[in-house]
């Protein structure tokens, strides 16, 4: 059964925009996670995709959370905390062990981000993009619904407008 | 009538035409005015993080574009596009609206679901979980409630959950997809299961794999609520993904026309063809 009460209302209330754009806000977001994390290790410790690889299972949680923290800090990183960033799926487990006011899942985002040069560090690895995704994706528009929907569902209307030269 | 809402697909659900259809129609029938977007133009950016310029611009312009809706409640099919608004583009930029995620609105309004669900579903199912992608939201536990209004459906106790909160970030890693899906394959027959319910496209586009190849039948949630009220929809994507390199022959030259001929062979075919367990491995 649900813990949520059949009368709790299902929306979530999205607030002010804290900073403007994404890069500020992932810039911030490390600052806040290198102000703020101790390297407790427990986040590590709950990770079911760490604990679920024989390598990460095995290394030392404070070397692989150091790892992550260097790597934040634009210093290269352990190999057990680049292993660790690259490995993150997001299962949102270290959250409600995290004994501070951040989120571990954010810090190894904001990790990898970091690692693949996209906050002014040179990159540590390369992540294989997809020329193709938004081809399939219009693609498999066009196989599974009708021109008018396509119209009607994916077409913003300030895409209909011309651009100004 | 319930408040307006717009009902936002992502993107790569467009895959999955029958999902999105019965989608619509289960919306219609609890009499919702959903106003339906999706595809590029309403993209969360969230796989994006290896190109920060364009998810920042992804961000600034489905923020716009979301907005421009006009109405004050958005409803997220994704469960990727609802953490990207709620941990990345609420929080850089105005919204003007508030997010729920489908299976929380189907939950809200089960009450007048169940009346719906009219034709026995004579089915015992395990339900595909993974972490609940906002701890906030009980989404599988939700789910688990919405299917025992399904009259003839039996949903077992399942007990395994898969790493991560959907398949798309465990594909990219072969050996951990192989290890999850032989643990739910094993479940699902140790348990007498006759189908393996998902929640997400991106795990049922995955999954599929196992339906292709005879291991488990694969069926999403919506399809079952669907087919429970008289709409009866065919899997094409399950036809392309048993098909696989026959999916050209299956698709017939008028509709690779329509994709182009070079992007099927270089793009669809092979994911067609990929499957995500071989169970001698």
């Known amino acids: ?165 | 009538m319930s408040e307006p809402v717009t009902f936002w697909l992502g993107c790569n659900v467009l895959r999955h035409g029958d999902v999105v259809h019965a989608c619509v129609d289960i919306l219609r029938a609890l009499e919702i005015d959903a106003k339906v977007v999706g595809g590029p133009d309403y993209c969360c950016g969230n796989v994006k993080d290896a190109n920060l310029t364009a998810e920042a611009g992804m961000a600034r312009r489905t923020a716009h574009n979301l907005r421009a809706a006009g109405r004050g409640q958005v409803v997220a099919w994704c469960p990727s596009c609802h953490a990207q608004m709620n941990d990345v583009i609420s929080r850089s930029h105005s919204t003007g609206f508030a997010l729920a995620h489908l299976v929380e609105l189907l939950w809200e309004h089960r009450g007048r679901l169940a009346n719906l669900l009219v034709r026995e579903v004579p089915l015992r199912v395990m339900l595909h979980e993974h972490y609940d992608f906002d701890s906030e939201i009980p989404l599988h536990a939700m789910v688990r409630e919405i299917l025992a209004l399904v009259p003839g459906l039996t949903v077992l106790p399942g007990g395994y959950r898969a790493p991560g909160y959907m398949c798309a970030t465990l594909a990219t890693m072969p050996a951990v997809m192989q290890a999850m899906c032989g643990r739910t394959v094993a479940q699902a027959r140790d348990q007498g299961a006759g189908a393996l319910v998902t929640v997400y496209h991106q795990c049922h586009r995955e999954l599929l794999g196992l339906d292709a190849d005879g291991h488990l039948p694969v069926r999403n949630y919506v399809l079952l609520l669907a087919r429970s009220m008289g709409i009866e929809y065919a899997d094409e994507y399950l036809s392309w993904k048993t098909a696989a390199g026959g999916a050209k022959a299956l698709l017939g030259p008028q509709r690779v026309a329509a994709v182009g001929e070079a992007l099927l062979e270089r793009a669809l075919l092979p994911e067609f063809a990929r499957r995500p367990w071989k169970p001698d491995r």
């Not at chain 1, 949680?61 to 790892?67: C, S, Y």
């Not at chain 1, 990898?112 to 498999?140: S, T």
């Open chain 1, 1 to 165: 059964m649900s813990e949520r009460s059949s009368t709790a209302p299902v929306r979530s209330t999205l607030g002010p925009p804290e900073v403007e754009g994404v890069k500020a806000l992932f810039q911030r977001e490390r600052e806040r996670i290198l102000a703020y994390c101790t390297q407790c290790a427990r986040c590590f410790q709950v990770c079911p995709m760490a604990q679920g690889d024989p390598a990460l299972a095995a290394a030392d949680p404070q070397r692989a959370v150091r790892g992550v923290i260097e790597i934040l800090r634009g210093q290269d990183g352990t190999p057990e905390g680049l292993a660790w960033v690259q490995r993150c799926a997001r299962s949102g487990v270290c959250e409600a062990n995290c004994p501070e006011p951040i989120s571990p899942k954010m810090m190894l985002r904001v990790a990898a981000i970091v690692a693949l040069g996209q906050l002014g560090d040179p990159p540590r690895y390369a992540a294989r993009q997809d020329p193709d995704l938004f081809n399939k994706v219009h693609a498999f528009a066009r196989l599974t619904l009708t021109p008018e929907e396509i119209e009607r569902w994916t077409v913003a209307p300030a895409a209909r407008e011309p651009r100004e030269s």
